[in-house]
């Protein structure tokens, strides 16, 4: 039964949605020449490859209206969609859901000029995470239209695998509809703004910044967007700032995380004065054991200066987190041995050091027995 059924003969029923999920769908189109087939193999290929077509936005059906849907997750693979456009279907699809608050987006668009079209049709949400994008032309973000939607309620911003760099989000909306109580950004996967635009919403947002994720460079030999030099802090200070975090630095060659710990460490000796900051967190991601050895193991990464840092520019600093995602999880008593070797290389940091574990795959966990090895 479509919602426009239900919307008509149980019209109480809408009042209560609180979340929607839109995914893409398969229509069915037809197929000519179908005499022509040769065998079955054929008749199937004929069938996989012309007969199914991935729609990726909405069909064209009326919605009762759903005052109370606070939440719209809008997931059309990467790998699957074809480019969700501002369709006449997609804005009364929208339209239904006045009064959102959140909106978590995966899919692709054609152009910069759509994307921004699409942001422009959400009410004045509250948390944005795009769990996945991708742009097809990205071309000049200044040659499409202005941005006519309203950002300024924004207090989360999460971003993960953007394909192509979204400084258009920051100087095209986020510029111009200046979220002024944005209380969270984070961001891993791959870097999705030039160092330019990435400072650039941090002086937007330094006054109500209380939370900021950043995942650093990997020593690839090439650093686009201008991440080969620090970051140029425009702003004077974090005024509400409270918990750093730098994730996640892979462990393990031919990984070099030495590189990634030494930019983390730059950027905190560069950055503007936090005096509310009570955590620091640097999330590492270990495939064996012996990986987490490399947190502390290499001179080259001064633990005592990184300590004497963090002391003056964040004197409210209560914990510093050493986080350790497993990919399989190492077992009580390795896991002992690795910590007593931890505080004892980081023992600068005194009682503010908190070594934390994550088990990344916890299905896995009993196919390998770490300590009997």
């Known amino acids: 039964m479509r919602w426009c059924d239900i919307g008509s003969c149980l019209p109480q029923v809408p009042?209560?949605?609180?979340?929607?999920?839109?995914?893409?769908?398969?229509?069915?189109?037809?197929?000519?020449?179908?005499?022509?087939?040769?065998?079955?193999?054929?008749?199937?290929?004929?069938?996989?490859?012309?007969?199914?077509?991935?729609?990726?936005?909405?069909?064209?059906?009326?919605?009762?209206?759903?005052?109370?849907?606070?939440?719209?997750?809008?997931?059309?693979?990467?790998?699957?969609?074809?480019?969700?456009?501002?369709?006449?279907?997609?804005?009364?699809?929208?339209?239904t859901?006045?009064?959102?608050?959140?909106v978590e987006f995966t899919g692709r668009f054609a152009t910069v000029s759509d994307a921004k079209e699409f942001l422009g049709l959400l009410s004045p949400i509250e948390v944005l995470n795009i769990k996945g994008i991708d742009i097809d032309e990205t071309g000049s973000s200044g040659q499409s239209p202005v941005f006519t939607g309203d950002m300024t309620n924004l207090r989360r911003l999460s971003l993960e695998e953007c394909i192509v760099p979204l400084d258009w989000l920051v100087d095209d909306i986020l510029a111009v509809s200046c979220p002024a109580?944005?209380?969270?950004?984070?961001?891993?996967?791959?870097?999705?703004?030039?160092?330019?635009?990435?400072?650039?919403?941090?002086?937007?947002?330094?006054?109500?910044?209380?939370?900021?994720?950043?995942?650093?460079?990997?020593?690839?030999?090439?650093?686009?967007?201008?991440?080969?030099?620090?970051?140029?802090?425009?702003?004077?200070?974090?005024?509400?700032?409270?918990?750093?975090?730098?994730?996640?630095?892979?462990?393990?060659?031919?990984?070099?995380?030495?590189?990634?710990?030494?930019?983390?460490?730059?950027?905190?000796?560069?950055?503007?004065?936090?005096?509310?900051?009570?955590?620091?967190?640097?999330h590492f991601y270990a495939i064996r054991p012996?990986?987490?050895?490399?947190?502390?193991?290499?001179?080259?990464?001064?633990?005592?200066?990184?300590?004497?840092l963090t002391s003056d520019l964040f004197p409210e600093l209560k914990r510093f987190v050493i986080r350790i995602s497993m990919e399989v999880k190492f077992g009580v008593r390795l896991k002992a041995l690795l910590e007593a070797l931890l505080k004892e290389r980081l023992e600068h940091f005194g009682n503010t050091l908190v070594i934390e574990w994550v088990d990344e795959n916890p299905h896995l966990s009993g196919d390998i027995d770490w300590d009997s090895e």
């Open 290 to 308: 012996e990986d987490a050895d490399e947190i502390a193991a290499d001179q080259s990464f001064e633990c005592r200066q990184l300590s004497e």
């Open 15 to 95: 009042l209560y949605v609180r979340e929607v999920i839109f995914e893409p769908e398969l229509k069915s189109i037809a197929v000519e020449n179908e005499a022509s087939w040769q065998t079955p193999v054929e008749g199937l290929e004929q069938f996989v490859f012309h007969e199914l077509e991935i729609i990726s936005n909405p069909s064209d059906i009326q919605l009762p209206d759903m005052p109370q849907v606070h939440k719209l997750v809008w997931n059309t693979p990467l790998h699957l969609s074809l480019p969700t456009f501002c369709t006449p279907e997609t804005r009364q699809f929208i339209s």
């Open 181 to 282: 109580n944005l209380r969270s950004m984070r961001y891993k996967d791959t870097l999705p703004f030039s160092q330019k635009a990435f400072t650039c919403l941090l002086t937007l947002s330094s006054e109500s910044l209380q939370e900021l994720i950043i995942q650093p460079p990997s020593d690839g030999g090439t650093f686009p967007g201008g991440w080969g030099q620090m970051p140029h802090f425009t702003n004077q200070a974090f005024p509400s700032l409270m918990s750093l975090t730098f994730c996640i630095i892979p462990l393990g060659l031919p990984l070099k995380s030495l590189f990634s710990m030494n930019w983390c460490r730059r950027v905190i000796e560069v950055f503007p004065p936090a005096l509310k900051m009570t955590s620091l967190t640097m």
């Open 97 to 102: 859901f006045c009064f959102l608050k959140e």
